[in-house]
């Protein structure tokens, strides 16, 4: 370029020396025209080539940058673009950051990100925005990205062509919201439909303890989380065992913000986990029930607890086994679960787990959820099979296993807490225990109110339940939750024979320790080893053991009679029944809230089922003599008399039994609601059994008040059919029954009366002549404050 100039100044500059000096002025003028045309087509050449070039550069920005304004490098100044006033720290606003890589902006820019600009900048920052830049000068002005406006939807607005203002590759939101498969799965399987963070959550701590260490695990974890300060609500401590209906916390839960904790012992014998476990795993496989109704939950934790020393195979399986069901259910675990050896390192581990779980609820970063392909599957098909094995399991098939436990395994804590209680445990599921009634009358100072009800001799009378286990958790019972629940049989089977020849062995050998205690009548004393009676109630519900028909058959078969008593929650085993001397049926309330309030049944329609037990009496089994046992208890089942009017004039019983509940010692720790200002007086009971006996005859059923034993506050309400001439027969006449029995014909509860005593008759208390009455020195002011009958107590 310098020598072109070079070589025109030197060509004018020779032509005007020629003329100066004289020479002719159209060779000079030629010079100069040939000079300029020559030198101006090669110039035109130039900027038509570099204007081809732009276009190129263009067609084709990808390739190749577009020239940039001149730059300050970073440091602002006149000649910068910054002169606009578009500063930004950390580099100057024609994008030349320290920082940012403007080249790898500009390509985002054109792939079709919208890129922030400092002026859009600016509106963050309370400034009003100015209308959207071209690309090309948004390129020029880029100082950050913002790639969340990547997932905006893009404007539709116009250029004044009526075309799209900025012609480009769109990544609409759908294609950004649309996540790879995997991606995808993981955010269902999270599960969780809880909006609430952790720290906003009401955290539950639930423990299930037989000898104390869950329980001191869950309170050293409930304390550590009270010391959180930032969680919202103060925890809550639970005993699953205590839980009235573990539904109300395992299909519904109680709040939206609900965070499960749970301390999990194992056993390897049958333990109340069991139940919970069995509940969990029926919850999942009812199609009745929202199938994953733990996503309510903002999430869980479980602390597991056990013995890696004695039962290293089996360590902890029990938390794993919780874990899988409520992950199953959809409950998102926020913690992984904790595995402690009671025996080596509890209290450092527990409290090192609880620390690190109040660490993740601290902690707002998302969490990664990664479930089985089955848990998230929405096809009902899917449900797994309930002997399919997790992968996660593989090598440990006991997590889902159906094993078949003992109901009270020697080695389990119920047995020792059975035994303490003066049970003899036979086989595994079966139990009998001398009542206080046979000692009492072995000494001669006083019987049982089924002596002056029914006839039958304590000293001859045997108790024994073939079920150790129940379906229902009564208050009034005297159990005090250790006993197995369950809605159905779940355990080992001992043979019925195998029960009955063990059950009369253990009965013999506690008879046989009375023969020391000082007033044992020697007649009674020697009788007692040929026991007449078997009461099955004691504790547990005995019609829950499959071959219960079997089991009465053997008992008759050697003379004894059958008091079967039921809890009404099982009909089918009910209608099957063969023939009993006297067979009961519970109904510990009128209706369907206070049955609930009361029994804490298992069963979800426990209301039905007993309607349909009612049924039952007074169609398949109207041939036995039939008892409703009330057991009444102030302020839960005694309001309502028209209402137990109701479930009578259904069931059609021979007879009502109506019993004042007895305190069964401290609800501490049992879930046992009862205090003592639940049991009602004497006075309360005969009260009580008036109105209701006046309800049913005013509704033309006959029935009236027949006899009673004031002690027990027991009374009995008979059908009028046991009045024969005008006189009551509520007892049996045991020999009759035997008799009929061995005939194998049909026969019916008016077969084999006998007449009722007249010490036994309702007013006349029911203490049997011959016993000896003891009085309790210094008894509770409330005793006193009750019927002279009441302040006659023997002692037992
Ligand atoms: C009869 C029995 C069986 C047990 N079985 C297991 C077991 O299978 N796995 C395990 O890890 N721990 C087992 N243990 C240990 C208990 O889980 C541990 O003692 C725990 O602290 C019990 O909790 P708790 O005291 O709250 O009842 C067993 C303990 C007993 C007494
Ligand atoms: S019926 Fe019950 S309370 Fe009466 S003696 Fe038999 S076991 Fe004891």
Redesign the pocket.
């Known amino acids: 370029m310098a020598l072109n100039w070079l070589t025109a100044c030197g060509t004018l500059f020779c032509a005007g020396l020629y003329l100066w000096l004289g020479g002719r002025k159209s060779v000079a003028m030629a010079i100069v025209v040939f000079y300029g045309a020559v030198h101006l087509d090669s110039k035109i050449e130039r900027v038509k080539s570099t204007a081809d070039k732009f276009i190129e550069n263009e067609s084709s920005i990808d390739e190749e940058k577009p020239k940039k304004k001149k730059c300050c490098g970073g440091k602002g100044g006149s000649g910068c673009c910054s002169s606009k006033g578009n500063k930004k720290k950390g580099g100057c606003s024609c994008g030349h950051s320290k920082n940012a890589d403007i080249e790898d902006i500009a390509d985002s820019l054109e792939s079709g990100l919208v890129v922030s600009t400092s002026q859009e900048k600016d509106t963050s920052s309370g400034e009003k925005s100015t209308s959207r830049e071209t690309n090309a000068e948004k390129r020029d002005n880029i100082i950050a990205v913002d790639f969340t406006q990547a997932f905006k939807r893009l404007s539709k607005k116009k250029g004044k062509n009526g075309k799209d203002a900025r012609p480009r590759k769109h990544i609409t939101k759908a294609s950004v919201l649309k996540k790879p498969k995997e991606e995808d799965d993981l955010v269902k399987s999270a599960m969780t439909v809880s909006n609430e963070s952790l720290l906003s959550s009401q955290v539950y701590v639930f ?11 869950a309170r050293k974890v409930l304390e550590t989380l009270s010391r959180l300060i930032e969680l919202k609500a103060p925890p809550i401590l639970l005993n699953m065992d205590d839980i009235t209906d573990i539904d109300d916390y395992f299909v519904s839960v109680p709040c939206e913000n609900a965070l499960y904790i749970l301390v999990v ?5 049958d ?1 109340p986990l069991d139940y919970f476990l069995q509940t969990l795993e029926e919850n999942f496989n009812d199609f009745r029930i929202d199938k994953f109704p733990l996503r309510k939950l903002v999430g869980y934790g479980i602390l ?5 020393e ?2 290293p195979e ?5 938390a794993k086994k919780v874990d899988h069901w409520i992950a199953r259910l959809g409950g998102r675990r926020i913690f992984p679960v904790g595995e402690v ?3 080596t390192e ?1 209290e450092s581990k527990v409290q090192e787990w609880a620390d690190l779980l109040c660490e993740t609820i601290k902690d707002d970063t998302p969490i990664l959820y990664e479930y089985d392909e089955e848990v998230t599957s929405s096809n009902e098909d899917d449900r797994p099979e309930e002997d399919m094995i997790d992968l996660e399991d593989i090598g440990n098939s006991d997590i889902s296993g159906n094993d078949t436990k003992q109901m009270v ?1 020697k ?3 119920t047995y020792k807490k059975l035994t303490k209680q003066g049970y003899t445990i036979v086989g595994s599921h079966s139990g009998v225990k001398i009542c206080r009634w046979t000692k009492s009358d072995l000494r001669g100072t006083g019987s049982c109110y089924k002596h002056s009800l029914f006839n039958i001799v304590s000293s001859r009378c045997m108790e024994l339940t073939p079920s150790l286990a129940c379906s229902s958790k009564c208050v009034f019972c005297w159990r005090h939750g250790t006993n197995p629940v369950s809605k159905n049989w779940r355990w080992e089977l001992d043979e019925p024979d195998y029960i009955l020849e063990n059950a009369l062995q253990g009965h013999y050998s506690k008879i046989k320790q009375m023969r020391g205690v000082p007033g044992v009548v020697m007649e009674r004393f020697a009788k007692a080893f040929k026991v007449r009676h078997c009461a099955l109630s004691l504790v547990g519900e005995p019609i829950m053991y499959p071959y219960i028909t079997k089991f009465i058959e053997l008992l008759h078969e050697k003379q004894i009679s059958s008091f079967l008593v039921c809890n009404a929650q099982h009909p089918d085993a009910l209608a099957s029944i063969g023939k009993v001397t006297q067979l009961y049926v519970s109904i510990d309330a009128p209706t369907k809230t206070e049955l609930k309030k009361v029994d804490r049944p298992l069963f979800k329609d426990f209301w039905e089922r007993m309607l349909q037990c009612l049924d039952i009496l007074n169609s398949e089994q109207s041939h036995q003599r039939t008892v409703f046992r009330l057991t009444l208890v102030k302020g839960f089942n005694m309001a309502d008399v028209s209402a137990y009017a109701d479930l009578v004039q259904r069931g059609l019983p021979s007879f009502i039994e109506v019993k004042g509940a007895t305190f069964s010692g401290s609800s501490d720790g049992n879930g046992n609601p009862l205090t003592m200002q639940n049991i009602p007086f004497y006075e309360e009971c005969t009260k009580f059994v008036k109105e209701f006996a006046a309800e049913l005859q005013r509704r033309g059923l006959g029935y009236g008040i027949a006899a009673e034993h004031a002690h027990s506050n027991c009374i009995l309400i008979a059908s009028t059919e046991f009045k024969i001439n005008g006189e009551w027969h509520t007892h049996i006449d045991f020999d009759k029954f035997f008799e009929l029995l061995a005939s194998g014909k049909q026969f019916y509860p008016m077969d084999y009366v006998a007449k009722t005593p007249e010490w036994a008759l309702f007013g006349n208390g029911g203490f049997a002549p011959g016993d000896t009455r003891v009085y309790r020195k210094g008894k509770k002011k409330r005793m006193m404050q009750s019927s002279e009958k009441e302040s006659n107590e023997t002692q037992a």
């Open positions: 423990y299930s303890s037989l000898q104390g260490g869950a329980e001191r695990s012992p194992s056993y390897d014998t333990c597991g607890i056990g013995d890696s004695t039962w089996k360590f902890c399986y029990q050896c009671m025996k509890a395994a080695n389990s804590p």
